[in-house]
Antibody, heavy 121, light 107 residues
Framework: EVQLVESGGGLVQPGGSLRLSCVAS????????MSWVRQAPGKGLEWVAN????????YFVDSVKGRFTVSRDTANNSLYLQMNSLTAEDTALYYC??????????????WGQGTMVTVSS | EIVLTQSPGTLSLSPGERATLSCRAS???????LAWYQQKGGQAPRVLIY???TRATGIPDRFSGSGSGTDFTLTINRLEPEDFAVYYC?????????FGQGTKVEV
């Protein structure tokens, strides 16, 4: 079964740090771009970051540039999001998602269940 | 940044009716890079359509996507009870990848 399982969320104070993990199974992790997408409580979806199959390219939404980093470990089929200098605006459910690409287009075709990050004092 | 504006914000319909959801982009989006997602309460989103008009694996044919340039449409024919949810469009053409604000289809 193709699956993504996130972990690492929790309650953190403003200015603090957190590292999210996502473990992939059921597919060849090393052949897919991967992404992080977040959803603030009661709000819509926001793409956060992408990382290429080999980790050589990374992209971020402007609001997290310089604070978040994304990485991956092919040996452990894992994706990570290191989040620093957290603010209340980062409070959200964080999903990891697989990027499907074909000649017909792209899509986030596999999603995890999400891990909740709450930034509050 | 490409801004996607979805309309209407809420669509009130009954089972069996047709839903027509609009997604308008602030600049032209390549059709290959426009997708639609469905999200039900407490669940992760699920891809319905990618490449503006290609149904994802396992998606019923009552869901269809169309459009090009700046105007895209998701149509749901003969609404089933399980189709009442929030729908998002998303563009992958230019970074940052952006989502529309969502359309809620309610009974």
């Amino acid at each position: 079964e193709v699956q993504l399982v996130e972990s690492g969320g929790g309650l953190v104070q403003p200015g603090g740090s957190l590292r999210l993990s996502c473990v992939a199974s059921g597919f060849t992790f090393s052949t897919y771009w991967m992404s992080w997408v977040r959803q603030a409580p009661g709000k819509g979806l926001e793409w956060v970051a992408n990382i290429k199959e080999d980790g050589s390219e990374k992209y971020f939404v402007d609001s997290v540039k310089g604070r978040f980093t994304v990485s991956r470990d092919t040996a452990n089929n894992s994706l990570y999001l290191q989040m620093n200098s957290l603010t209340a605006e980062d409070t959200a459910l964080y999903y990891c998602a697989r990027v499907y690409s074909s000649s017909s287009g792209r899509a986030f075709d596999v999603w995890g269940q999400g891990t909740m990050v709450t930034v509050s004092s | 940044e490409i801004v996607l504006t979805q309309s209407p914000g809420t669509l009130s319909l009954s089972p069996g009716e047709r839903a027509t959801l609009s997604c308008r982009a602030s600049q032209s989006v390549s059709s290959s890079y426009l997708a639609w997602y469905q999200q039900k309460g407490g669940q992760a989103p699920r891809v319905l359509i990618y490449g503006a008009s290609t149904r994802a694996t396992g998606i019923p044919d009552r869901f269809s996507g169309s459009g090009s340039g700046t105007d895209f449409t998701l149509t749901i024919n003969r609404l089933e009870p399980e189709d009442f949810a929030v729908y998002y469009c998303q563009q992958y053409d230019k970074s940052p990848w952006t989502f529309g604000q969502g359309t809620k289809v309610e009974v």
